[in-house]
């Protein structure tokens, strides 16, 4: 693998230009040939009602009859009449790009998501799309924010439940199970195609009881046991309700570190701990037993097919070994580190990041005796691992098209997205090398995203000490000292960035969106108008210059920056407020409306404009919205002498009976402010 990035993944229709891929080119160009049309199945009698149950984090050795220290009874179960791989793999590390493979197929290198919120292509036929078009009746229930509708996988789904209680990053397999039980309920007579994912081993751990005191002190397996609970109820109603035979796959996306080979969770790494999973099916067709030969979870797509009656190639019902792939491209796309790749062929695993690691994973499982002096690897599992692209950096989407809310959604869950793409650096250190960074990093990027910057800084400092030229910890310090007001500090970082990226636009937006925050506001314009004119839709540039045009007084022009970046991004509550204000300034009367309306639509009860919105609906006569909107402000209100004089107003104009008992009153709790208004209003007067 060459350490300089080669051509991102080629969209659907564009063949990459590989070497001798003769084993794997297959499964990283997409599948001919879209959804549609019926193809050649059998009678729909025989078509299988199939149920997909993905186990998110979950490692291979913590389920089924071999695990240790945890009994999952529900599993095991259905493994005593199926089909169990010992040997299966993710494609990488991370929930989306994992769960992308199931759905199309192909590794990440294929379908292109190498990271988490990086939304799946729209050309990208997904398994869905195919059971639906062949008359299948299709549901998902996911149990993360990592899957949103918003992140690609829902096309093809008659019914895709993503729904997480307000404030919450994910739900349990309880509630989940309860809601898919609803949808295998119905009365049609079509075969169903049901997905649902679990998240509850994910970090952080918390089983609910009985699991909690079950597993004190191993709190990981209480959740894979409390999982495993869910897990025999959803196939249990789904056997028994779902109509025709039924087949069942059960696959982890990936494992979790444990402390393994210095990872506490996923996403870094490619050893056994986080990419062997379970993989389980059960069905029409399927003989049942333990396989040894290494398979790929990316192989659900071609089995579900298979069942459906769209076609066998690839299905995991039959035997076909081949060199089983999986990259981890994480610490590489947003630190700069080496890329890394696997192949894995009988009982041979190699592992390139730089150097290149082989170990026999049947006798080794732990992984602790490097073989790459000795052991005779295969010319196609060479080749395999030398062919897989590696993303190239400059084509590496940010995060940034995520709103503030969202981001902080994903950072509880662990997910932070890079400041910037990194770099391509001559030192760029292997990742099992930087584990101790591992932890650090998570956590002073979550602090980062709550905005919690004095916390942060420590732990930034730490990591550049390690990793001098990591630009995003260098970005991330630069913009925590500017937030907490320590200039010096701030343009000292910021010219450390500059020297690790001189050519770098995400170092010059993060320094204007520095300047813009103090004394040094003006020397923000040039620099945001020359990165706006070159990237128009660059967004933390828009969202600076947004701030500058309104600190200029040219409203107008910030209300227009505003509205970009609202259609390239859905606004959050704190964005639709913003607007609202700007539109009040420049006396845009229906557009403020409109906004703070999105905004408490958004909110709920957490809205605190309501004063500013019967105002408005004041200024517009409309006067029962103003009176609704006014009658929502809380005693506890800073303003809320003001409230009362103002629905005292519309009293007067609705005529209401009770008007004068609301003169009185704003009279009696009037302050300094209120108290010459109420004087001079004409409407008070008798
Ligand atoms: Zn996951």
Known sequence: MRAHPRPPAAPPGIVIAFGALAVSAAALLPACGRAAGPAPSPSPVERPSIL?????????????????????????????????????????????????????????????????????????????????????????????????????????FDHYDDGLAAGRAERGAAETTERALGFIGGAAPQPVFLWVHYFDPHAPYLPPEPYRTRFAGRPYLGEVAAMDEQLGRLAAAFEQRAPGPVAIVIAADHGEGLGDHGETQHGNLLYQSTMRVPLLLVGPGVPSGAVDTPVSTRRVFHTVRDWAGLGAASSLRADAADVVLGEAMKPYLAYGWLPQVMAVEGRHKAIRAGTLEVYDVVADPGETRDLAASAGLSRELRNALLDYPVPSLQATTPTEALGVEERRQLASLGYVGAAAPPTVRRDAPRPVDMARLFDLQEKASGLFVREEYAAAVPLLQRILAGDPHNLD??????????????????????????????????????????YARGADWPRAAPLLERIVAESPDRLPALEALAVIRQRQGRVEDAIALRQKIDALREPGAAELVALGGLAMQAGRTTLAIDSLEKARALQGAAFAHDLELGVLYLADRRFPEARDALDRVPET??????????????????????????????????????????????????
């Open 473 to 514: 910890a260098a970005l991330r310090l630069a913009t925590a000292y500017s937030a907490l007001g320590q200039d010096a500090r701030a343009v000292a970082a910021f010219e450390k960035a500059l020297a690790i990226a001189p050519q770098s636009d995400d170092v010059r937006t993060y320094l204007a969106l520095h």
């Open 637 to 686: 209100h800073r303003d809320y002498p003001m409230a009362l004089f103002k629905r005292a107003q519309v009293s007067v104009l609705l005529q209401e009976p009770d008007k004068d008992a609301r003169i009185a009153r704003a009279r009696q709790r009037a302050d300094e402010t209120t108290r010459p208004l109420i004087a001079n209003e004409r409407l008070f007067r008798p």
């Open 52 to 156: 997909l149950v993905t186990l998110d984090t979950t490692r291979a050795d913590a389920i089924g009859p071999e695990a240790s220290g945890v009994d999952t009874p529900a599993f095991n179960a259905l493994a005593a009449r199926g089909r169990r791989f010992r040997q299966a793999y993710a494609t990488a590390p991370e929930t989306l790009p994992s769960h992308a493979s199931m759905m199309t197929g192909l590794y990440p290198a294929g379908h292109g998501v190498h990271q988490n919120a990086r939304p799946l292509a729209a050309a990208y036929p997904v398994l869905a799309e195919a059971l639906r078009g062949a008359g299948y009746r299709t549901g998902a229930f996911v149990s993360s924010f990592v899957l949103a509708r918003r992140f690609g996988l829902a096309r093809g």
